[in-house]
């Protein structure tokens, strides 16, 4: 980002892998996404005018 470098999601939709049983005691999804922990992990390593460009991007 702060080099210019052109950034772009590859596909619209997210992809979703196959899991192997007993293994997502605690999947990292839980703290991440429903957490809120991605919002503020981009919050602590971003610019507001970064995130602003990923945004609309």
Do not use: C, W
């Amino acid at each position: 980002m702060t080099t210019g470098n052109t950034v772009r999601q590859i596909e619209a939709e997210a992809k979703n892998f196959p899991t192997v049983p007993q293994t997502q005691g605690q999947a990292l999804q839980d703290l991440n996404v429903l957490g809120g922990a991605n919002d503020a992990h981009i919050a602590a390593t971003y610019t507001e005018s970064a995130i602003r460009r990923l945004q609309e991007a």
